[in-house]
């Protein structure tokens, strides 16, 4: 999401005669994107700019903004939390940065802006430029989040929720296959909860299934309790849809997935598994897990490690859980003593690792459709995603140009550490 929002603050602020450059220390803006999922990206994003603070103090000029949800939590606390900062803009005012940076340029004073869209056609503006060679990116469906899990920091920065008009975004799918997107990750904090004239999640995917030339689609992040079987369905029948899905599950028992507010159990969550491998047998599945939520004993953290084995995950990434400001889960006594939620994570890797394993080990000798979205390190190799999200490098005798963007059939023939190696079948 964060990275879908910095595309679009440079495209806002290119369009106003400003240029990005690689070299921070040739900017005459600095922004920080920042995130407060939980306490360390927090402090990292406060840390960020109060170091580019210090660079302000030999160079008066220079411009410092805090952007992100940091800035939606903290709002004009910042001025007050760093000295030399400039601006204070959330993600629903992102459209308001070059003013701000003009008046400011004029001696004007800090500004902070804050507050949330009403979710208007104009307010769900995607990425306009696509890059060469860009084959895969993001447009955003949903914007905040009405489900308030206790833990979770979203609905109070990123605001309630709202839905895009479906004809508005078949139509920015279809310009961005014009300009040679082959793939499309759908984004929202509760994607599969889209609701919109009518139009919901499953039906929505149908419609883009429709457009001519796209050939992926894939979505981030679902909520299991709105895996509708009508949703499931459609794996192994859409041609577009991909056999991979990251499905956040946080907790593998039941006692804790209830103070979490999830409001589904352990067993609702692995029959959405078992459907969903019905449909596709060598699903990629992922998931967010969270240990030492307070409460949590040694049996619920158990329970988490033996749903990881029953799930088969291909992927999980695990934090452990941090208060934060403003949530049900923040007047909670934190219980589980830091060193005890280090212990937990080492151990909930331990088996992640091992389920990872399991799942890329099944994946030699078999062929998978590779989307070419460049080359490799290694001269004749060409680079790209399989369907369930493996990054494949794989040798071609095809050029480049000729294979770019399209599905080539690939056979693995190895596993490295983060890739797999392939030749063309
Ligand atoms: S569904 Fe996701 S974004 Fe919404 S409150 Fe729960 S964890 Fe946060």
Redesign the pocket.
């Known amino acids: 999401m964060n990275f879908h929002d910095s595309r679009r603050i440079e495209e806002i602020l290119t369009a106003a005669g400003h240029e990005a450059v690689t070299d921070a220390t040739r900017a005459e803006l600095l922004l920080v994107n920042s995130c407060t999922i939980r306490e360390k990206p927090w402090h990292k994003a406060i840390s960020e700019t109060g170091r580019f603070r210090k660079r302000k103090s030999r160079d008066h000029a220079l411009l410092v903004g805090l952007v992100g949800c940091v800035a939606q939590q903290e709002g004009d606390r910042v001025f007050k939390l760093l000295n030399g900062v400039d601006f204070v803009i959330s993600p629903d005012n992102y459209q308001q940065l070059p003013a701000v940076i003009a008046h400011l340029q004029e001696r004007g004073k800090p500004a902070c802006i804050t507050g949330f869209d009403r979710g208007e056609a104009e307010d769900f503006l995607g990425v306009q430029e696509v890059r060469s060679h860009e084959i895969s990116t993001f447009v955003t469906i949903t914007k905040g ?5 206790h ?5 109070s920065v ?1 605001g309630p929720e709202r839905h895009r008009d479906a004809d508005r975004i078949v139509a920015e799918v279809r310009g961005l296959v014009k300009r040679g997107v082959r793939e499309v990750t759908l984004l929202g ?2 994607v599969n909860a889209y609701a919109a004239g009518g139009v919901d999640f499953a039906e929505l995917l149908r419609r883009l299934d429709d457009v001519d030339g796209l050939l992926r689609l894939r979505f981030t ?1 679902p ?1 299991p309790r709105h895996m509708t079987d009508d949703l499931i369905g459609l794996y192994g029948r859409l041609r577009t849809l991909c056999p991979a899905i990251h499905l ?1 599950v ?1 907790a593998g028992s039941d006692r804790v997935l209830a103070a979490m ?2 409001r589904y159990t352990r067993a609702d969550y692995l029959r959405v598994v078992e459907k969903l491998r019905a449909r596709e047998k060598d699903m990629a599945i992922s998931t967010d897990l969270i240990v030492g939520f307070p409460g949590e004993s040694q049996r619920d953290f158990e329970q988490t490690l033996s749903l990881i084995g029953e799930a088969g995950f291909s992927s999980a990434f695990s934090f452990m859980y941090s208060p934060r400001p403003g949530t049900a889960a923040w007047d909670l006594h934190d219980d589980v003593p830091l060193v005890e939620k280090e212990r937990r994570l080492a151990a909930a890797h331990v088996v992640i690792d091992a389920s990872e394993r399991r799942f890329r080990e099944t994946l030699p000798g078999t062929r998978q459709d590779v989307l070419v979205e460049g080359k490799g390190r290694m001269p004749g190799q060409l680079t790209g995603r399989a369907g369930n999200f493996q990054i494949v490098n794989f040798t071609c005798d095809r050029p480049f140009d000729e294979v770019c963007g399209r599905l080539v059939p690939v056979v693995v023939t190895a596993i490295n550490p983060n890739s797999l190696e392939g030749r063309m079948a």
């Open positions: 989040c009405d489900e308030r899990c833990y979770c920091i979203v609905p990123r904090q509760k992040s909520h956040p946080q507010g999830r």
